[in-house]
């Protein structure tokens, strides 16, 4: 499929389109977001586009993923420049419903955006669901909306939110959703920072100290990939390599499959991060295979 780029803001319009093309054939590939679109979005969307006839891209920030003391009011809403991205990237919709239609005024009761909610246990507990209990059950919750909305696709997530990948491919399959979840590897700059839209709250000097997260990932995976198998030693290997550069919030050696903590380092791994560069709180995370 070619042709010009669609922006809709309904929920009925993208249904009518998208079941539109799946009634002549067509597979839909879906990059759900909340724009500030970077080249880590890029590559997911050319990915679709490669997989899949017909690729949308949703743009919503989602309040039900922020505490009150987060970054709902600053997170960057730049619609004009992610349609650029979008099309450029390979997409033919983007979907950028508003609050109101992803939850509408007249269904919330008592202030709440909505009564039923997705709460995945298990993955959602540990890391994030410490560092933000609210985090998972509000991207869940949405997530399962937008698969509602978007129907029969594939569904394309970056691997930097590894543990939010974990979560939504376990919803689906615990829901039946008719929907394959595919995880992306992560692109990243040239010092190895992680792509984000946070990364954009970055000060000069705050940007080059966020490097020191990608930097104590490849020292742990280096020291797990050449034998070490103690957990607390590659720990404090990684941790001394962030040193003064972030404030650390979690630094996790994790089953790369079951999200459980490993120790000793046996098996398939994941090293995962979450750290302050400033008032920017960052994650990354990487694999890992112990010999
Ligand atoms: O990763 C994100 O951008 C968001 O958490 C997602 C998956 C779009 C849900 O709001």
Redesign the pocket.
Same mark, same amino acid.
């Given at each position: 499929v070619t042709g010009k780029l669609v922006l809709t803001h309904t929920i009925e319009e993208v249904r009518r389109l998208l079941d539109g093309h799946r009634s002549n054939g067509r597979t839909i590939g879906f990059v759900?977001?909340?724009g500030a679109l970077h080249a880590g979005h890029g590559a997911l969307i050319e990915r679709a586009s490669h997989d899949c006839d017909v690729v949308v891209v !949703?743009i /919503?920030?989602?309040p039900l993923?922020f505490a009150p003391t987060e970054d709902l009011d600053r997170y960057p809403r730049t619609l004009d420049a992610d349609c650029q991205l979008a099309s450029a990237a390979g997409a033919h919709v983007v979907f950028a419903p508003s609050a109101n239609e992803m939850y509408p005024p007249t269904l919330r009761a008592n202030e709440s955006l909505q009564l039923t909610s997705v709460s995945v246990s298990k993955v959602s507990a540990p890391m994030e669901g410490i560092s933000r209990p609210h985090f998972f059950t509000?991207?869940a919750t +949405? +997530?399962a909306k937008?698969f509602a909305i978007v129907g029969p696709c594939r569904a394309y /997530?970056?691997e930097k939110?590894f543990q939010?990948l974990a979560v939504?491919r376990r919803m689906a399959v615990d829901l039946c959703m008719p929907v394959e979840v595919i995880g992306c590897e992560t692109v990243r700059e040239p010092d190895g920072l992680a792509m984000s !839209?946070r990364n954009r709250y970055l000060a000069a000097d705050e940007r080059v100290r966020a490097a020191s997260l990608s930097r104590a990932l490849q020292a742990g995976r280096v020291a797990i990939e050449s034998g070490d198998c103690s957990r607390e030693r590659v720990l404090r290997l990684m941790r001394s390599t962030i040193g003064d550069e972030a404030y650390v919030d979690y630094l996790e050696i994790v089953d790369a499959h079951t999200l459980a903590a490993v120790d000793p380092l046996v098996g398939e791994l994941r090293l995962l991060v979450a750290a302050r560069v400033g008032s920017t709180r960052l994650i990354d995370n990487l694999g890992a295979t112990a010999p």
């Amino acid at each position: 499929v070619t042709g010009k780029l669609v922006l809709t803001h309904t929920i009925e319009e993208v249904r009518r389109l998208l079941d539109g093309h799946r009634s002549n054939g067509r597979t839909i590939g879906f990059v759900p977001t909340m724009g500030a679109l970077h080249a880590g979005h890029g590559a997911l969307i050319e990915r679709a586009s490669h997989d899949c006839d017909v690729v949308v891209v !949703s743009i /919503f920030v989602n309040p039900l993923q922020f505490a009150p003391t987060e970054d709902l009011d600053r997170y960057p809403r730049t619609l004009d420049a992610d349609c650029q991205l979008a099309s450029a990237a390979g997409a033919h919709v983007v979907f950028a419903p508003s609050a109101n239609e992803m939850y509408p005024p007249t269904l919330r009761a008592n202030e709440s955006l909505q009564l039923t909610s997705v709460s995945v246990s298990k993955v959602s507990a540990p890391m994030e669901g410490i560092s933000r209990p609210h985090f998972f059950t509000g991207v869940a919750t +949405v +997530v399962a909306k937008l698969f509602a909305i978007v129907g029969p696709c594939r569904a394309y /997530f970056g691997e930097k939110d590894f543990q939010q990948l974990a979560v939504v491919r376990r919803m689906a399959v615990d829901l039946c959703m008719p929907v394959e979840v595919i995880g992306c590897e992560t692109v990243r700059e040239p010092d190895g920072l992680a792509m984000s !839209s946070r990364n954009r709250y970055l000060a000069a000097d705050e940007r080059v100290r966020a490097a020191s997260l990608s930097r104590a990932l490849q020292a742990g995976r280096v020291a797990i990939e050449s034998g070490d198998c103690s957990r607390e030693r590659v720990l404090r290997l990684m941790r001394s390599t962030i040193g003064d550069e972030a404030y650390v919030d979690y630094l996790e050696i994790v089953d790369a499959h079951t999200l459980a903590a490993v120790d000793p380092l046996v098996g398939e791994l994941r090293l995962l991060v979450a750290a302050r560069v400033g008032s920017t709180r960052l994650i990354d995370n990487l694999g890992a295979t112990a010999p």
